[in-house]
């Protein structure tokens, strides 16, 4: 009985502290893979950018929280990832002159 209990404290002990991580890729409009643009969590300081791939992955612990795509040249954009466990894949259109 002991192990049952100890097993099922571990297994909450180990959810409570998974943080949720949000991953894909960002594409121009031609599907050309983007790199070095900033992925930011909205209202907070957590942000990454991404590789030669146009690949990012960024930790967060709430999930829901919207994500701000910004590239100097391209739209800036806002998304909200459904889970973390969704593939996001993004395109970015080319900013207009005004």
Do not use: W
Not at 61 to 80: A, D, H, P
């Amino acid at each position: 009985m002991n192990k049952v209990i100890y097993i099922l404290y571990i297994f909450t002990f180990i959810s409570c502290y998974q943080s949720n991580t949000y991953t894909g890729f960002v594409y121009d409009e031609n599907k050309k893979a983007l790199e070095y643009v900033k992925i930011q969590i909205v209202g907070s300081d957590i942000y990454t950018y991404t590789d030669q791939n146009g690949f990012f992955s960024i930790d967060h612990k709430n999930r829901g929280k919207e994500i701000l795509i910004l590239k100097s040249g391209y739209e800036m954009q806002f998304y909200t990832p459904e889970s973390s466990k969704e593939k996001i894949n993004l395109v970015l259109k080319v900013k207009e002159d005004e």
